[in-house]
């Protein structure tokens, strides 16, 4: 089993900054791919960030449209961490925000089978 705790939410003014953390169990988390995800009320779930394995120490990332150029994805192997750097944040980004893991090999679309609980992001006007 793989276990997934997110940290790093709080209650930030519109254009300032949050780093999200994402702790992980396994001693194959080099492998891991790791997708950052958020859910506002009254919407669904979707995708922010992904952190796809490729291959030794080679990972590729991608990020939703509405985030490009504000948040970015990065992984420290050697404390088992994948963060959210989120910059120039704007109130539509208030959402509950969770890491998620796929441990397949070789995956095209993360399909994540380990979830975290989720830490709170809002963001005020």
């Known amino acids: 089993q793989v276990q997934l705790v997110e940290s790093g939410g709080g209650l930030v003014q519109a254009g300032g900054s949050l780093r999200l953390s994402c702790v992980a169990s396994?001693?194959?988390?080099?492998?891991?791919?790791i997708g950052w995800f958020r859910q506002a009320p009254g919407k669904e779930r979707e995708s922010v960030a992904a952190?796809?394995?490729?291959?030794?120490?080679?990972?590729?990332?991608d990020y939703a449209d509405s985030v490009k150029g504000r948040f970015t994805i990065s992984r420290d192997n050697t404390k088992n961490t994948v963060y959210l750097q989120m910059n120039s944040l704007k109130p539509e980004d208030t959402a509950i925000y969770y890491c998620?893991?796929?441990?397949?090999?070789?995956?095209?679309?993360?399909?994540?089978?380990?979830w975290g609980q989720g830490t709170q992001v809002t963001v005020s006007s």
């Open positions: 998620a893991a796929d441990t397949r090999t070789s995956v095209v679309t993360i399909t994540p089978n380990y």
């Open positions: 396994g001693r194959t988390f080099r492998s891991y791919h």
């Open positions: 952190l796809k394995w490729t291959g030794g120490n080679t990972y590729y990332a």
